[in-house]
């Protein structure tokens, strides 16, 4: 790792600076680099877990997948984040249990498994890193799942495009794999939205009229 990779790497990870001089010495000589380009796969659900990956550049895309080939989005990961899928198959020796892919322009620096399981095991500062994004990100995965579970497509969909900056360019099919479900469901719920004059739909454009309507859709009990 030549200098300007390590400027980088511990402006990300912060919490590397805490580590032992001797294991912060490994984690430069051992950390692998990898680079993808948007839309590489990283790794595939049931692939063995071998490294734990420290991003420093791009956005990577968790996902499952259904046997039909739909997908739904778990969480992205962004640089300086904890990849909480890659720290459960590392920690249970496991294969990973979802799909990661690039989202875009990725460059990251995997760890091996033995480095990662002894920086958590010796230095407090990253095990307390590693285990507070574990809780968060458990939280929101927790979130996701009483979504899918309990709530209307519609409702979930709303949600989606409150928080959205404006305008909203993600497409039909960007928005169904978000949400785990088919661009023809999201294309006719979307449809309904317009009829009832909350939106207006363009190519690769959506614009919100009625904020207050769709939040009304997005959080009934509330109204």
């Known amino acids: 790792m030549n200098e300007s990779d390590r400027e980088r790497l511990l402006r990300c990870y912060p919490v590397l600076e805490e580590l032992p001089a001797d294991l912060l010495g490994r984690v ?12 590489r796969r990283l790794f595939d659900e049931g692939s063995p877990c071998t490294h734990y990956p420290l991003l420093v550049e791009g956005v990577i895309r968790a996902s499952k997948f259904s046997p039909d080939g739909h997908e739904i989005l778990l969480y992205r990961l962004s640089p300086g984040e904890s990849c909480v899928i890659t720290v459960v198959a590392l920690l249970g020796a496991t294969a990973y249990p979802a799909v990661g892919s690039a989202e875009t322009k990725v460059t990251l620096h995997g760890v091996p498994r033995s480095l990662f399981e002894t920086l958590v095991q010796e230095s407090p500062a990253f095990r307390v890193f590693v285990f507070s994004s574990l809780s968060q990100r458990m939280a929101h995965l927790m979130a996701l799942i ?13 949600s989606r495009l409150l928080l959205h900056g ?20 999201v294309s006719r ?9 909350m939106l207006r739909l363009g190519r690769k454009r959506i614009e919100i009229l009625d904020r207050h309507a769709l939040d009304r859709v997005h959080r009934p009990e509330a109204h």
């Open 28 to 39: 430069e000589q051992t950390a692998k680099l990898v680079q993808a380009p948007p839309g």
């Open 146 to 158: 009483d979504d899918v579970a309990f709530r209307r497509l519609d409702q979930r969909l709303a």
């Open 166 to 185: 404006e305008p909203i360019t993600a497409t039909h099919q960007m928005l169904a794999d978000e949400l785990g479900t088919t661009r023809e469901v």
């Open 189 to 197: 719920t979307l449809e309904a939205f317009q009829e009832s004059g």
